[in-house]
């Protein structure tokens, strides 16, 4: 296991403190501040790329644009090849998909996105989406893996050793939150309870204030 603890937004530290933990087998993290997750000022529209991708109903879309632009997201990386820690991790957002129901939509949306997009075409992730259920506002995404790549460090879910980094099976278990009009942002991993993602979330949706429990 590797424990980074920097993350960066070409150049610009976006979420103070970010400390992950990257494993092969759990893809799980920890937050300095323990349960309650760090809300930092986030990436400005220029510096998200407005990458083509499509989803697992190979429509096109544009990252910023069509997927971001206006809306709260949850953004995380998978790959259908990765069984010990990205399917636990899919079923805990299934998890929290379930706690928002109907909150979920236009204006709040999830982001799985391959980090094996030359394998996991539309077709295929699809198929890996429905083993979970039925979701609305939920994509899963591919595209070409430079883009998917530069987006992926935009992002800073990146790790700082290189032969690391390349592996992707040491991926870091973290999702990415955040408010496109309000510039919030926050990360937390992924496998952490889902009542308190759901709720960091919905917080980060209606700009920091406080939700109901659930």
């Known amino acids: 296991m590797n424990l980074s ?4 937004l070409r150049g610009i530290l976006v979420i103070a403190a970010w400390v992950g933990l990257w494993s092969v087998s759990a893809c799980a993290s920890i937050h300095p501040l323990g349960a309650k997750p760090e809300v930092s000022p986030g990436p400005t529209t220029s510096a998200l790329p407005n990458i083509l991708l499509l989803t697992q109903e190979n429509k096109q879309v544009r990252f910023y644009d069509d997927l971001v632009k206006g809306k709260t997201v949850l953004v995380n990386f998978i790959y259908t090849g990765c069984e010990k820690s990205c399917s636990p991790t899919t079923a805990n957002l299934a998890r929290m998909h379930g706690l928002l129901g109907d ?32 979701f609305q506002g939920w994509y899963f995404l591919t595209g070409n893996d430079v883009d998917i790549d530069g987006l992926r ?35 937390m991993p992924a496998l ?6 759901a709720q960091t979330v919905l917080r980060i949706a209606r700009n920091g204030r406080e939700v109901s429990s659930f």
């Not at 603890?5 to 960066?8: D, E, G, K, N, T």
């Not at 709040?108 to 429905?130: C, F, G, M, N, Q």
């Not at 952490?192 to 993602?197: K, T």
């Open 5 to 8: 603890a920097m993350c960066r």
């Open 103 to 134: 909150r979920i939509g236009r204006d709040l949306v999830l982001l799985s996105i391959s980090l094996d997009p030359t394998v996991d075409r539309p077709a295929k992730l699809k198929e890996y989406a429905a083993r979970f259920g039925q």
């Open 153 to 187: 460090r935009t992002l800073g879910l990146y790790d700082l050793d290189a032969a690391i980094d390349a592996d992707k099976t040491q991926h870091a278990g973290i999702v990415v939150i955040g408010n496109d009009v309000t510039n919030r942002w926050s990360s």
């Open 192 to 197: 952490m309870d889902p009542r308190q993602l």
